[in-house]
């Protein structure tokens, strides 16, 4: 049996933007919702704060994709930042780190209902200083393929690479991500901060970061066939 999917849009994206993703994966037999996102749904994170408020979108999506399909686990599809929010939802630590929430009324230990994570274009590390308090909470307390019961898949694009005068916006990018600029990516994450220890990480040439992009990004057909038979 297929399960269906969850997709989690990337930082300030919206669901409206991976429903050409989701459509290529229903007709390839896969089910599923995207996280009904809007801009302003991301505008209280601004600044490094909570996530809190993505992370309630992604357990009512969950909790409606299990009540619709009469499953007990999904599939999380998750592009750019969705991939480390991802990655707290399925915690077990409380994310109280910002006062926002206590320990009773948050939304995480999601892992019992999800069976994969495949993240896209992820930076699962970061140097910039609004975004590491909200990484470092991760990777201290789920560093790399944490969870031996799911499967973790992270997919990263090879398609530019970072000068510091030729290429300006990715070598910026890359160094802010990894603190180094002179490397490959997907045009905004580098293929070193897209990967995690101890899962299953792919790496194609050119695909780009966003459905925005020109040209391949993760969601294009030819990149989909790459990383589609992990839902299955």
């Known amino acids: 049996m297929i399960l269906p999917t969850v997709i989690l849009p ?14 290529i994966l229903k007709q390839k037999g ?21 996530v ?11 909790q409606g994709v299990l009540q619709e399909y009469k499953g007990d686990r ?4 998750a592009h750019s930042a ?17 006062g926002d929430v206590t320990a009773q009324d948050g939304v ?32 201290d307390n789920y560093p790399g393929a944490f969870y031996s019961n799911l499967q973790y898949v992270c997919v990263a694009g090879k398609a530019v690479y970072g000068k510091q005068w030729e290429s300006w916006l990715a070598y910026n990018s890359y160094k802010l991500t990894s603190g180094e600029g002179n ?29 925005r992009s020109p040209g391949l990004w993760y969601g294009s057909p030819e990149a989909i066939a790459n990383w589609v038979d992990y839902l299955a």
């Open 52 to 62: 809190v408020p993505i992370l309630r979108l992604i357990h009512d999506t969950v």
């Open 74 to 77: 999904v599939n999380l599809l």
């Open 108 to 139: 995480w230990q999601g892992r019992d209902r999800v069976a994969s994570l495949i993240s896209l274009g992820t930076p699962h590390i970061s140097q910039e200083r609004w975004t590491k308090r909200n990484l470092d909470f991760v990777n």
């Open 183 to 211: 490397t490959w990516g997907d045009g905004i994450t580098p293929i070193a901060a897209a990967h995690l220890a101890g899962a299953t990480n792919l790496t194609l040439e050119g695909v780009m970061h966003s459905p």
């Open 82 to 98: 969705g991939g480390w929010i991802a990655r707290i939802y399925l915690g077990d630590i409380p994310y109280t780190i910002h």
């Open 10 to 23: 990337g930082y300030f994206a919206r669901g409206t933007d991976y429903v050409a993703l989701a459509e």
């Open 30 to 50: 896969i089910p599923g919702a995207i996280v009904p996102l809007r801009k302003r749904d991301w505008l209280p994170t601004l600044g490094g704060r909570s």
